[in-house]
C-alpha cells in the first residue's frame, strides 16, 4: 500500500513561505539538494495543490525545451513530465499538462484510493493549504521536513490552528552542514 507523504520546507517557527510567499530563506546547496533527490526518488506520484501546480506547470515543461539548463534540473523535468501528477482543486476542472489527475471532490476516497494502487509513495510537494486540509483529513502518513536554521516571524504557517491530535514517531533525523535538518516522521501505529 502507498502512503501519503508530506515534503516540506520549514522555517524553526513552522512557516512554509515568508509574508511575500517566498522561498529565499531555503538554506538550498549542494547538500540540500542531494537529500531532497534522496526524498524525490521515493515518489510514484507528485501531488499538488492548484497554485503550486501551476508554478510547476509553468516551469518544468520549458526547462525540457531550453538546451542551457542543467543534466540534474533535466532529468528531474523528465521525470515530473511522465509522472502521473495529482492535483487538487476545487476550481480547476482540467489540466492541460500531460499525465495529470484533477481532483475537486471526495477527497478522503480518492486519496484511499490512490492508496491502494500499485507502485512508489504519493508525495505533497509544498502546496501548504493543501496539505493542512489533508492533515485536517488525517490522511497523511508520512512527514518528510527539511527544518531550516532561521525565525520568519510572519508567513504562511504549516502547522496553524490543526484541530486534531496526531502522534508521530521520528524514523530518522539528518543533520546537514548548513543547519537543515531533515526530518522523517511517520505516523504512531
Known sequence: MRKLVLFMHISLDGF??????????ISYDGELQAYADGIVATVGSPVYGRVTYELMAGYWPEVLKDPNESERNKKHAQWVDQATKIVFSRTMKKADWNNTIVI??????????????????????GSPGLAHSLMELDLIDEYQLTLNPVLLGAGKQIFENIKNRTDLNLLKATPLKSGVVGLHYGRKQ
Do not use: M, R
Open 16 to 25: 512554509a513561505a515568508d509574508a511575500n510567499n517566498g522561498l529565499g530563506w
Open 104 to 125: 475537486n471532490d471526495h477527497i478522503t476516497e480518492e486519496i484511499n484510493k490512490l492508496k491502494q494502487e500499485p507502485g512508489k509513495d504519493l508525495v505533497i510537494f
